[in-house]
């Protein structure tokens, strides 16, 4: 190839540009490629290959701190080096660029008081710079050798720290990693044991609650005589606050079991009317007591869907009863239709009641979330049952939604699918 001029000098001024180009887009590369490293051998076996290639040096060496040692931990070269070997801090010269925090170059490593020179004698090296990594307080190092008599330039000494300095960073996001891992397999392990523990005792807990429900009922069906007038009244209190603790023994149930993806789905044809009015049977006594109006509006002809039954019936029930709870007059609405594009059916039920607002929108769904959580609530329940009908809208492939006005009611609409 014709040089592009005659004279010298600039000719090679050209090509060291050409050479620090280089340099720096290779630099470039490897930091990209530190940033994606997520364990300690990959952050070495980048470092190995990089600090020999990117100063075109014999050799290279990774060093790691271990207390009062250097530990090298991995090494690049034409020949064998120390790898795997550790050496006191205070005599070998990657612990001189820790504990000093700044580069050793050394030009003629029998001439350096600070080489010890019976280490070398069976290496290759005659001349080598060392670069501490994370200069304020160092945990390792780089080195670089050379077979002839070479004194690092300033260049290779900025690329070689330029490499430490990301090398830092690579080690520093590796630990938080690694801790963010364990971190996350000790929650995992928690979660499953409070899972675990919640199953057991809602178990437990269903048992002697059962028998208690089975004594009332037979007391107050007069099986062990006849009740005096005065007797029914807290009997029923009895029967009424244990079925409330079943039905939230129930809820934590049904949750652990899902979270434990131990829900089975069993599909049949839906009749849609036929469970609603089954539902709104339960809710009668509520509606009644504060003379709320119910309306159902199901056309003619919606598509049949294929879903659990059971499932379906758990999540409309919830959401019925929240809206017979949530409102003190008015009416509670249940409208369904098809949707265009979508096989499916969508199901609002609507209601005139206390609203919600816009803020705790978004947390309603999540367990345990209750607008008004206070001790001194007027509303029973414990916040467990929308993150139950969310969970199983999931299982049954549907969405919910929710908009809501204070003071002027609430609106949830589901959707299932068809199959
Ligand atoms: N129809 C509704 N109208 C007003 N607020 C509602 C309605 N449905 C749910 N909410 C709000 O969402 C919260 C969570 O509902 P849910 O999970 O069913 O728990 P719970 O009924 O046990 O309080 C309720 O405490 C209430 O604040
Ligand atoms: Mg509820």
């Not at 060093?63 to 080096?81: F, K, M, N, S, T």
């Not at 079991?257 to 009668?284: H, M, N, P, Y």
Request: proline share 5%; net charge negative.
């Amino acid at each position: 190839m014709k040089p592009l001029t005659d004279d010298p000098a600039a000719e090679a001024a050209g090509e060291d540009l050409n050479r620090s180009y280089e340099a720096m887009a290779h630099l470039i590369a490897v930091v990209q490629e530190l940033s994606h490293a997520r364990d300690l051998d990959t952050v070495q076996a980048i470092v190995r290959r990089a600090a020999r290639a990117l100063t075109g040096a014999d050799g290279a060496t990774f060093v790691l701190r271990q207390g009062d040692l250097c530990y090298y931990a991995d090494e690049d070269a034409i020949a064998p080096l120390w790898k795997g070997k550790r050496f006191p801090m205070a005599t070998c010269v990657s612990g001189w660029a820790m504990l000093n925090r700044q580069p050793a170059v050394i030009e003629d490593i029998y001439a350096d008081r600070r080489v010890p020179a019976d280490a070398y004698r069976p290496t290759f090296v005659q001349s080598l710079v060392m670069v501490p990594i994370r200069a304020a307080a160092p945990i390792g190092a780089i080195g670089n050798y050379w077979a002839r008599r070479h004194r690092a330039t300033s260049g290779e000494i900025k690329l070689l720290q330029a490499l430490a300095d990301s090398a830092s960073i690579a080690l520093e996001n590796v630990a938080l990693y690694r801790e963010l891992t364990e971190r996350v397999e000790e929650l995992k392990e928690a979660n499953r044991l409070k899972s675990q523990f919640l199953s057991n005792v809602s178990h437990e807990l269903r048992t002697p609650l059962n028998a208690i429900l089975g004594y009332t009922e037979l007391l107050i069906d007069g099986t062990y005589g006849r009740l005096k007038t005065d007797q029914r009244t807290p009997l029923e209190g009895v029967q009424r606050n244990a079925g409330d603790l079943l039905r939230l023994i129930n809820d934590v149930l049904d949750l652990t079991r899902i979270e434990a993806g131990k829900i089975e789905i069993r599909t049949e044809k839906i009749d849609l009317v036929t469970l609603l009015q089954e539902i709104f049977i339960d809710i009668q006594p509520i509606l009644d007591q504060k003379s709320l109006a119910l309306w159902l509006d199901i056309p003619e002809g919606l598509p049949v869907i294929e879903s659990d039954t059971a499932k379906v019936r758990q999540i409309l029930a919830n959401l019925l009863s929240n809206a017979a709870k949530f409102t003190d007059q008015g009416k509670v609405m249940v409208s369904a239709e098809e949707i265009p594009h979508r096989p499916g059916v969508e199901i609002a039920i609507r209601d005139t009641g206390i609203g919600i607002p816009k803020e705790a929108l978004p947390k309603i769904f999540e367990r345990f979330h209750q607008v008004d959580g206070s001790a001194t609530r007027e509303f029973g329940g414990v916040g467990l049952g929308l993150s139950i009908v969310k969970e199983l809208v999931g299982l049954l492939g549907g969405e919910i939604r929710v908009e809501s006005e204070v003071g002027n009611g609430s609106t949830f609409t589901l959707f299932l699918p068809c199959r």
